[in-house]
């Protein structure tokens, strides 16, 4: 049985940091990518950053890129999204989700099977 669990989250103040980690069991990180997804209430979920299985590649929405930095510890079975310069945009559930997209589907839901239960993240101005 797969499981995602995600942790991390809370509240910061606008300009902070914080690190959401993603604990995988039932599945391998050296063979499915790592993404994370977050929805704020009332909106959709939404894309935030994916890493790829083979070479390391990295995606991220326009929104957090250069702010956010997707990576993982394979050894560990573990993924992280490392949030700098948090803004009072970013509050939502982080999500952390695994699959084996295409290229086309990368930052789609539709390019990943298994998701975690999320994580809070607030931020205060």
């Known amino acids: 049985q797969v499981q995602l669990a995600e942790s991390g989250g809370g509240l910061v103040q606008a300009g902070d940091s914080l690190r959401l980690s993603c604990v995988a069991s039932?599945?391998?990180?050296?063979?499915?990518?790592p993404a994370w997804f977050r929805r704020a209430p009332g909106m959709e979920r939404e894309f935030v950053a994916s890493?790829?299985?083979?070479?390391?590649?990295?995606y991220y929405s326009d929104s957090v890129k250069g702010r956010f930095t997707i990576s993982r510890h394979n050894a560990k079975n573990t993924g992280f999204l490392q949030m700098n310069s948090l803004t009072p945009e970013d509050p939502a559930v982080y999500y952390c989700?695994?699959?084996?997209?295409?290229?086309?589907?990368?930052?789609?839901?539709?390019?990943?099977?298994?998701w975690g239960l999320g994580t809070e993240v607030n931020v205060s101005s």
């Open positions: 989700a695994a699959g084996v997209p295409s290229l086309g589907i990368v930052r789609t839901s539709r390019g990943y099977r298994h």
């Open positions: 039932g599945l391998s990180f050296r063979d499915y990518s």
């Open positions: 890493i790829r299985v083979s070479g390391g590649y990295t």
